[in-house]
């Protein structure tokens, strides 16, 4: 690992924590739970199972602005950073992307309002749209890295592909959060609708961060991964 990081496994948890709390995201991805005293990241990480090395390659990758990588490719467990995506995942599509419509729903009255409607309208289609990318990766990219890790390299399918087409989900918020402020429907409840906003904005660096290890860890990885397997395949 990079000397330079800046956070290590012999820092307490809750430092990292203190420091920069949107890691508790992080820290819940991987699978481990609050509750954990003055341990370090190392004995937190051992308790629960998890690859300290690929917690820490992802907290100091977003610690760093996603700016720089510590640490080799090799040091990366591709299973650990699997669990990871997928948690990701069940956040935005079981909690995050729900609580917000509820949010919506009862800040504007879609029955009365032609604005409030398209709104509602305009993030059911948006919710749809992050579904359907993170099926892709479930059913196709995932699948496709299950059976690299097994020594198998499928023939019909390569991890540049996903890379080219990777769309930044998170960019598209940007209209909803426009109609939002501008045409805001008059009657709505605006510490409701202020609150809806602001976890529409923490959605979106929540989505552009999440795309940003899959680009910039998760496929880098895997492409290691791959080539390793068709160099022994030949």
Not at 121 to 139: C, G, I, P, S, W
Not at 166 to 180: A, M, P, R, S
């Amino acid at each position: 690992m990079d000397n330079l990081q800046k956070y290590k496994s012999t820092d307490k948890m809750i430092d990292l924590i203190s420091d920069n709390y949107s890691l508790l995201q992080v820290m819940s991805r991987f699978g481990l739970s609050l509750g954990f005293g003055d341990k370090t990241v190392k004995e937190v990480c051992e308790l629960n199972g998890v690859d300290c090395r690929t917690f820490l390659i992802v907290v100091n990758f977003m610690a760093e602005g996603f700016s720089r990588l510590d640490g080799d490719k090799d040091d990366i467990s591709i299973p650990a950073l699997i669990d990871y995506l997928r948690q990701a995942h069940i956040y935005f599509l079981d909690f995050s992307l729900p609580a917000i419509r509820r949010k919506l729903i009862e800040a504007i009255d879609c029955s009365q309002d032609d604005v409030a409607f398209l709104i509602l309208k305009f993030f059911d289609e948006y919710t749809r749209e992050v579904r359907k990318h993170m099926d892709y990766e479930e059913k196709t990219v995932f699948k496709y890295v299950d059976s690299l890790i097994k020594g198998v390299a499928p023939k019909n399918y390569q991890i540049s592909t996903f890379s080219k087409h990777h769309d930044q989900v998170g960019e598209k918020l940007t209209e909803l959060k426009n109609i939002i402020i501008k045409y805001c429907p008059a009657k709505a409840n605006e510490n409701l609708l202020n609150a809806a906003l602001f976890d529409i904005y923490a959605c979106e660096a929540g989505l552009e961060s999440h795309c940003k290890v899959e680009d910039y860890i998760f496929v880098p990885a895997i492409l290691n991964l791959e080539r390793r397997i068709r160099e022994n395949e030949k």
